[in-house]
């Protein structure tokens, strides 16, 4: 069983959410959360923060991540790892692998022609609504 990460880094007024427009299949040129794969020897939670800073810069001095939710792919053999955090102060993002970008919670995350994930983003960004403050490592 395969274990993958995705996070949702909130920016400090919790008004937009750090996208990235995917260079690679599946889902190139569509946006998603940034994410990655979970080492064998990794806790989630540890490998959350580790792709977190590879793919942006960001430190767990900047955000405290809460373990979502999960699914699990049963046809592909992965399971899907969520954490969710917003920024505690200003940070500057930067990366290298995808293109990053602030997206505001306006749009329509349902969205399969822009965004990754078969309506995915859509239900999470519809559950760190409903679930409020409560997703949030203060």
């Known amino acids: 069983m ?22 690679r299949d599946p889902y190139a040129g569509l946006s998603n959360f940034v994410g990655g794969k979970v080492c064998a020897d990794e ?3 540890t490998a959350a923060y580790r792709e977190l800073f590879e793919e942006t810069g960001v430190t ?11 699914y699990h792919f049963r046809v592909d053999n992965v399971i899907v790892e969520v ?3 917003a920024l505690r102060h200003e940070k500057n993002v930067f990366g290298n692998e995808n293109e990053l970008y602030w997206c505001d919670l ?5 969205d399969v ?3 990754a994930g078969e309506g995915n983003v859509g239900h999470m ?5 409903y679930y409020g403050a409560a997703v949030f490592m203060d």
């Not at 767990?60 to 999960?70: K, R």
């Not at 960004?125 to 609504?129: F, M, P």
């Open 2 to 23: 395969r274990r993958v990460n995705l996070i949702m880094l909130f920016n400090n007024a919790r008004d937009r959410v750090l996208m990235c427009v995917r260079r």
């Open 43 to 45: 806790s989630g939670l």
């Open 83 to 85: 954490y969710v955090g």
């Open 60 to 70: 767990e001095d900047d955000v405290a991540l809460t373990h979502m939710i999960d």
């Open 125 to 129: 960004i519809e559950l760190v609504k």
């Open 106 to 110: 306006g749009q329509n995350f349902f």
């Open 113 to 115: 022609s822009r965004f």
